[in-house]
């Protein structure tokens, strides 16, 4: 953050070069097909967010099999399947859902009111 000029003339010529410099890096990546200070003799060591992409896919991919395993098999999984979509149906049709957002909206606003109130009586 330091090395952004203060003043708007040399806050435009340092946006420029920069522009410029990443002009010519993109010109030899899609020359050469890698960046200049890229190093190929370099290993790749995975980050730790890496190490945990394959269990967390794995343990994701295992409960979406077993929620469709249950749908397949269980018969209270159907019905609570079934019965919550018709519910939910039912309630979006007779106008019910939007009652519920009205509400929740109105006890956000109130809170809203009430922390401005606050804030503006100390």
């Given amino acids: ?52 992409r394959i269990p967390i896919f794995l343990i994701w991919n295992s409960g979406l099999f077993l929620i469709f395993y249950l749908v397949l098999v269980s018969p209270v999984t159907r019905s609570y399947l079934l019965f919550s979509n018709v519910l939910l149906f039912v309630l979006s049709t007779l106008g019910h859902i939007e009652d519920i957002d009205r509400k929740f909206e109105n006890i956000d606003t109130q809170t809203e009111t009430q922390t401005t109130s606050e804030s503006t009586t100390s």
């Fill in 1 to 52: 953050m330091s090395d952004i000029p203060a003043e708007k003339p040399e806050i435009d010529s340092w946006l420029r070069e920069l522009w410029y410099d990443k002009e010519k890096r993109l010109e030899n990546f899609y020359k050469e097909g890698k960046f200049p200070e890229e190093d190929e003799t370099k290993p790749y060591f995975p980050s730790s967010a890496d190490s945990f």
